[in-house]
């Protein structure tokens, strides 16, 4: 599937007189299943996939799979007891069904978890559809731009001369602050606000300040730079821009560190986190 959405995106996948589907969609909508499946609390048992065959379905055990669960697919049109005979042998860890079988789903398994597939798919394409595996427990911390979730590239020609058959470049170019830092800024930032930080410092040789600065200027936290002298003006300049208390020092990255004399300075601007 992962090949099938590199090469062909828009192609279609799957099928049916209710709906159709491309592989990129396919792909997305079973890495969003997936995670809420990797959450689970007993990954080890196998996964109910309570629904009408359809296109639905083969999306559902899919992203089962994705989540590194066992599915075992339970068809609606089961007689009654053959379905509750299966669920009682099965012991599942959760039933993914839709929200049209949902009272169903709950009705025949009981105390199990029930998941509905239409809340595992509706969820945002960014780092943050990964919630449950990430140190924010309250969803209205979350801190995002839609970072995360950039291109595999292909590189077919490099890989033919590398005798790599299937060689990618990772683009963290479309990140909100054009690099990978945003991703920690996003995560970082989201728990300092759960936990109620007000100012937050950390060194930094330029990327990381001016992701950390543009996201904690979107959290109404205040940040503290410490950047080397010699570090790119354009980085001096974003961080200045988004609104940072930015200090410059002279050597590198490792002297923008905190020693008593900058223990003095952040003690004057109250700083509560220091991040290194």
């Known amino acids: 599937m992962e090949e099938a959405a590199a090469r062909f995106p828009q192609r279609k996948a799957y099928e049916d007189e209710t709906c159709s589907m491309t592989f990129s969609e396919v792909r997305r909508l079973a890495a969003s299943i997936g995670t809420g499946i990797a959450a689970l609390e007993n990954p080890g048992r196998p996964v109910a996939v309570f629904m009408e065959k359809s296109v639905w379905m083969a999306v559902s055990l899919l992203g089962v799979s994705c989540g590194g669960c066992i599915y075992c697919p339970v068809d609606v049109a089961m007689p009654e007891a053959r379905m509750d005979r299966i669920l009682s042998v099965l012991e599942p860890a959760a039933v993914l069904t839709s929200g049209s079988m949902g009272a169903r789903a709950r009705e025949a398994c009981g105390d199990c978890p029930v998941l509905l597939v239409e809340d595992l798919a509706a969820r945002p394409n960014s780092l943050w559809r990964y919630r449950e595996l990430l140190p924010v427990r309250d969803a209205a911390h979350i801190v995002s731009m839609n970072e995360g979730m950039t291109p595999l590239i292909p590189l077919e020609k490099l890989g033919r001369e590398l005798g790599l058959a299937d060689l990618r470049l990772k683009d963290e170019s479309p990140q909100p602050t054009g690099t990978f830092k945003a991703r920690g800024a996003s995560v970082g930032v989201s728990r300092a606000k759960e936990l109620g930080v007000r100012t937050l410092a950390m060194p930094t040789n330029g990327n990381a300040g001016g992701a950390w600065a543009a996201y904690c200027a979107r959290a109404g936290i205040r940040a503290v730079l410490v950047m080397p002298r010699n570090a790119p003006a354009m980085n001096r300049m974003e961080i200045g821009m988004l609104g940072a208390s930015l200090f410059l ?27 290194a």
């Open 249 to 275: 020092v002279g050597g590198v990255i490792t002297d923008a560190g905190i020693d008593e004399e900058g223990m003095n300075l952040l003690k004057k601007y109250n700083v509560e986190v220091i991040i």
